[in-house]
Nanobody, 123 residues
Framework: QVQLVESGGGLVQAGGSLKLSCVAS?????MAWYRQAPGKQREVVAG???????NYADFTKGRFTISRDNAKNTVYLQMNSLKPEDTAVYYC????????????????????WGQGTQVTVSS
């Protein structure tokens, strides 16, 4: 399994932006960003296949963009127009069992995980 290291989190005011990075120790394939807020279950934020197909949770509503640089074994999450409800620990995950059926993506939650990066949005 690859090792994943997230960075880029921090404290930002509502309406601000952050760009998260997830650097892998080796080649990576289907990737996802998740987040977990205090007292809540971990949820998928966005996913991306090796060739760049993307999928987003409804709550991102065009505010977030997932991207990748395969040469650098890195996945990014650009987050704009941040809201206090976006406050959470954000994790990246390499999903070896991602399934795509039409427009529906099935994230397995298996595979490697990073340690997470805290994003705090103040009102």
């Amino acid at each position: 399994q690859v090792q994943l290291v997230e960075s880029g989190g921090g404290l930002v005011q509502a309406g601000g932006s952050l760009k998260l990075s997830c650097v892998a120790s080796g080649s990576i394939y289907a990737m996802a960003w998740y987040r977990q807020a205090p007292g809540k279950q971990r949820e998928v934020v966005a996913g991306i296949t090796y060739d760049g197909n993307t999928n987003y949770a409804d709550f991102t509503k065009g505010r977030f963009t997932i991207s990748r640089d395969n040469a650098k074994n890195t996945v990014y999450l650009q987050m704009n127009s941040l809201k206090p409800e976006d406050t959470a620990v954000y994790y990246c995950n390499e999903d070896p069992d991602l399934k795509i059926s039409g427009n529906t993506w099935y994230f397995s939650g298996f595979g490697s995980w990073g340690q997470g990066t805290q994003v705090t949005v103040s009102s």
